[in-house]
């Protein structure tokens, strides 16, 4: 298979992580005979120190031809600390988000079984949760109209919703619930906003089209809780743009670390692969930001594409980095791999690289000779 990927490393631990899952995609490359070919492109706070703004034409242009965007991660501290800028990165991935129309972001929830102790949450709690949150992507207050007063007190967001930007994403939630344990949860406001209650309207009527899948309904904050106390009743979560961000962050503590959380954004005709956490500003530079969420992105991207044996195989070299503790510093604050080498680990393991893959006791059972 061809495939032209257009790569958006954004900023900070972005380009690290996301070199990590080109490594993955190449071995794979190589592996099973699949030919990818990458083009990068700006986005971010980077994108606006070159070009002014965070999301250049020629960014967009190439993302709109390509055949998925890999992502890395978008923000600047410069910018989070100035109420008064007019340019933001993050309004970089919101224009990407709507002018590729990302309707829906998927984020799947199931912990290695290597880092169920990893979590602060307890084994018991943890092991055997297997959830997907649906999270609407392009509507809702993060798109709604903004107005500030004059004297700049006084401020509000839109939240709008229309009908067919509810039914979309609510169709591959029920899709995806009836290849999984037949089980979906609205998550939303319904007691107080009357953008939830159109919300429970529509996916109730939908349901009927899908009377394999049961349904029920959580208002976010009793969501927020059952999250973190009992989130193995969960099997397929929809909500909302505002909810769905804070809860799917909110549920990365399952996993132990936010970075080894992929996603997938879809929609009609484009999609986007990256990993959950920011742009993590503090790590640059410094090899220590987790890649595994970002080669778990091109997992997804490889099994959106039908090829679910590569993409196994990328999962199993995560599963095989995590069993024998080749992992960075937010997983095992004693490890001495960094980004740079749970990568290579990654890659040489989809590559069958075994003659280099041995350590002594003193280090770890499974690595690669340049970090011996």
């Known amino acids: 298979m061809n495939l032209k990927i257009a790569v958006l490393s954004g900023d900070g631990i972005g380009p690290e992580v996301i070199l990590q899952a080109k490594k993955a995609l190449y071995a794979v490359g190589v592996v099973y005979e699949h030919d990818f070919i990458f083009e990068d492109a700006l986005i971010g706070a980077v994108a606006i120190d070159k070009t002014g703004s965070p999301l250049p034409e020629q960014t967009l242009n190439l993302c709109l031809n390509t055949d998925a965007v890999l992502l890395g991660a978008i923000g600047d501290p410069k910018?989070?600390?100035?109420?008064?800028?007019?340019?933001?990165?993050?309004?970089?991935?919101?224009?990407?988000?709507?002018?590729?129309?990302?309707?829906?972001?998927?984020?799947?929830?199931?912990?290695?079984?290597?880092?169920?102790?990893?979590?602060?949450?307890?084994?018991?709690?943890?092991?055997?949760?297997?959830?997907?949150?649906?999270r609407e992507l392009t509507a809702g207050i993060y798109f709604g109209e903004k107005k500030l007063n004059e004297e700049g007190?006084?401020?509000?967001?839109?939240?709008?919703?229309?009908?067919?930007?509810?039914?979309?994403?609510?169709?591959?939630?029920f899709q995806s619930a009836q290849k999984r344990r037949k089980k979906?949860?609205?998550?939303?406001?319904?007691?107080?906003?009357?953008?939830?209650?159109?919300?429970?309207?529509?996916?109730?009527?939908?349901?009927?089209?899908?009377?394999?899948?049961?349904?029920?309904?959580?208002?976010?904050?009793?969501?927020?809780?059952?999250?973190?106390?009992?989130?193995?009743?969960?099997?397929?979560?929809?909500?909302?743009?505002?909810?769905?961000?804070?809860?799917?962050?909110?549920?990365?503590?399952?996993?132990?670390?936010?970075?080894?959380?992929?996603?997938?954004?879809?929609g009609e005709k484009n999609v986007l692969f990256e990993p959950v956490h920011g742009s993590y500003p503090h790590a640059k530079g410094r090899n220590i930001a987790n890649p595994f969420a970002s080669i778990l992105s091109v997992a997804m991207l490889l099994e959106h594409f039908g090829l679910n044996e590569e993409a196994k195989k990328v999962y199993e070299g995560v599963e095989k980095a995590i069993e024998y503790n080749v992992v960075t510093i937010d997983l095992n604050p004693d490890s001495k791999f960094g980004t740079n080498e749970v990568g290579e680990f990654v890659s040489n393991f989809i590559l069958n690289k075994d003659d280099?893959?041995?350590?002594?006791?003193?280090?770890?059972?499974?690595?690669?000779?340049?970090?011996?």
């Not at 988000?97 to 084994?123: C, H, M, T, W, Y």
């Not at 280090?363 to 011996?372: P, R």
Request: overall charge negative; aromatic content about 8%; proline content about 3%.
């Open 79 to 134: 910018y989070d600390s100035d109420s008064n800028a007019k340019v933001r990165p993050e309004q970089g991935l919101l224009k990407l988000r709507k002018e590729l129309g990302l309707f829906a972001n998927i984020r799947p929830l199931k912990p290695f079984k290597g880092l169920l102790d990893v979590s602060p949450l307890k084994r018991e709690i943890v092991e055997g949760v297997d959830f997907v949150i649906y």
């Open 153 to 173: 007190t006084i401020a509000s967001d839109l939240c709008e919703y229309t009908e067919e930007e509810i039914s979309r994403i609510t169709h591959l939630a």
């Open 184 to 266: 979906l949860t609205l998550v939303d406001m319904a007691n107080v906003l009357e953008t939830s209650r159109l919300w429970r309207k529509i996916v109730t009527n939908i349901s009927t089209d899908y009377p394999d899948v049961s349904l029920d309904f959580l208002f976010t904050d009793n969501a927020a809780k059952q999250i973190v106390t009992n989130p193995k009743q969960f099997d397929v979560v929809l909500t909302g743009n505002l909810f769905g961000d804070i809860l799917s962050d909110e549920a990365s503590v399952i996993t132990g670390s936010m970075g080894v959380l992929a996603s997938t954004s879809l």
């Open 356 to 372: 280099l893959m041995y350590f002594n006791n003193d280090n770890v059972h499974l690595g690669q000779s340049t970090i011996v």
